[in-house]
C-alpha cells in the first residue's frame, strides 16, 4: 500500500501543500520566461506560412525540455522553483519520467490537437490572399479555416476542471495531480516531509 503524504505533520506549523495563489504565481513566472520563446517562434511563423512545419519540432522540444524533464530532474519547472514549490510523489519521493510526463498529458493533447488544427488550415489558404495580408489579418484569415472555438472551449473547460478540482481537496490537488499521483508542497519542508514519511515506514515494520 502507496503511503500518503498526512495532512498535519509534527514540527510543522503551517501549511505545507501549495495552494491556489502559489500555484497561479509559479504559472505566471513561467509564462514570463518562456514568452521570449514564443514570441521568437510567433515572429518566425509570421514571415512565411509555410514556417510554422519547420517550427513544430522546436517548439515540441522546448516542451518536453521545460514541461518535462525540467520538473523530472528538478521537482518543478523555473516557476515553481523560484516560488519554493516541488512537484513529488504521495509519498514524498521524488517523481519520475512517468509522473512527469502524465502531469503534462492533456496539456500534450491539446498541443498535438492544434497542431493538427493548424495543418489543416495551412492546407487550405488561398497563398496569394494570404500574403496580401498584414500579420494580424493573416492570423484572423487562417483561423477562420480551423475550428479554434472548439479548441478554446475544451481548453477553458480543462482549466475551469483544474481549479475546482484543486479547491475542494485538502492536498489542493488539481486533475493532472490526480492523473499523475503527484502532489506539490512547500521546497523549505520536503526534507522534513520525508523524514515523517520514512518514520512512519519504519513504524509500520
Do not use: C
Amino acid at each position: 500500500m502507496v503511503q500518503i503524504i498526512p495532512l498535519k505533520i509534527e514540527g510543522i506549523n503551517e501549511k505545507y501543500f501549495s495552494g491556489f495563489w502559489s500555484r497561479l504565481g509559479a504559472n505566471l513566472l513561467d509564462m514570463l520566461i518562456i514568452m521570449p520563446f514564443i514570441i521568437l517562434i510567433q515572429f518566425i511563423n509570421s514571415l512565411n506560412l509555410y514556417n510554422f512545419y519547420f517550427t513544430i519540432i522546436p517548439n515540441l522540444l522546448f516542451i518536453f525540455w521545460y514541461n518535462i524533464f525540467l520538473p523530472k530532474k528538478y521537482s518543478g519547472t523555473p516557476g515553481k522553483l523560484i516560488v519554493g514549490l516541488k512537484i513529488v510523489k504521495m509519498d514524498a519521493s521524488q517523481i519520475d519520467w512517468r509522473e512527469s510526463f502524465l502531469r503534462h498529458s492533456v496539456n500534450i493533447l491539446f498541443i498535438f490537437l492544434n497542431i493538427f488544427m493548424m495543418v489543416s488550415a495551412i492546407l487550405k489558404v488561398d497563398i496569394i490572399i494570404y500574403n496580401d495580408l498584414n500579420w494580424l489579418q493573416q492570423s484572423e484569415y487562417l483561423s477562420s479555416f480551423s475550428n479554434i472555438t472548439l479548441l478554446t472551449t475544451l481548453s477553458n473547460i480543462w482549466i475551469w476542471s483544474e481549479i475546482i478540482v484543486l479547491l475542494f481537496n485538502k492536498r489542493r490537488r488539481a486533475i493532472h495531480d490526480y492523473i499523475a499521483g503527484t502532489v506539490i508542497v512547500k521546497s523549505k519542508y520536503v526534507e522534513i516531509i520525508r523524514k515523517n514519511m520514512e518514520e512512519l515506514k519504519n513504524n509500520e515494520i
